[in-house]
């Protein structure tokens, strides 16, 4: 078993490897895709901080797609929990929210972008996690600087470690 920091206890639940094969991406102007992904949470040794990491690729052919790593981290004593993320297409942003028991959900309080980008802008993402049994489902909503706050992403993981 895994030893943690005793401030993450809120998100041990979390913790371990997860993976799926049965992603759904929508997104207006973008063709309805399927994807596969694994997500895998580990606390950082004696730190309050989860790291993290979220692969995705095309579930017929195994081309990448898109990837996140990063931070967890809890305000001390509270259920307020911020994810500090990067995005593989040069995108960073700090999602913050509340845990909820086995769920949680956060929304881009930051976003940063390369100066090179393609549009559209990434203006606010928002996450929501939450457990039942062995199962972990995610569904990330995305706001452009095209499109107001729309479903992107519908997954739910199987615990594989
Ligand atoms: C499109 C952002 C995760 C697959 C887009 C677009 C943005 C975006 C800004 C362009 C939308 C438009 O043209 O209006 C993000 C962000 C993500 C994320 C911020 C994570 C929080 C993912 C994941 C996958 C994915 C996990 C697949 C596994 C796609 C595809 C498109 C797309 C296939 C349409 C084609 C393209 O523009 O490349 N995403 N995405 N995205 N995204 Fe995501």
């Known amino acids: 078993d895994l030893k943690f920091h005793e401030m993450l206890k809120p998100l041990s639940w979390l913790f371990g490897k997860w ?6 991406g929508i997104y207006p102007n973008v ?11 580990l606390p950082v040794e004696m730190k309050p901080v989860v790291e993290y ?10 081309m990448p797609m898109h990837r996140e790593t990063g931070y967890i981290k809890i305000q001390p004593n509270t259920n307020h929990v911020a994810f ?3 995005h593989i297409m040069g995108v960073v ?9 086995q769920e949680l959900c956060v929304e881009s309080k930051n976003v940063g972008r390369t100066s090179f980008n393609s549009p559209p802008e990434v203006k606010l993402v928002r996450r929501f996690l939450r457990r039942s049994g062995n199962e972990l489902e995610q569904v990330i909503d995305m706001q452009t600087d095209k499109t107001s706050l729309t479903e992107h992403l519908r997954i739910t993981f199987k615990r594989v470690d």
């Open 31 to 41: 063709a309805d895709f399927t994807y596969s992904e694994e997500a895998t949470f």
């Open 93 to 101: 942003e700090i999602q913050e929210g509340e845990i909820n028991g």
């Open 19 to 24: 993976q799926s094969t049965d992603g759904k």
């Open 84 to 86: 500090v993320a990067a």
């Open 53 to 62: 990491k979220m692969h995705s690729w095309k579930t017929e052919n195994r």
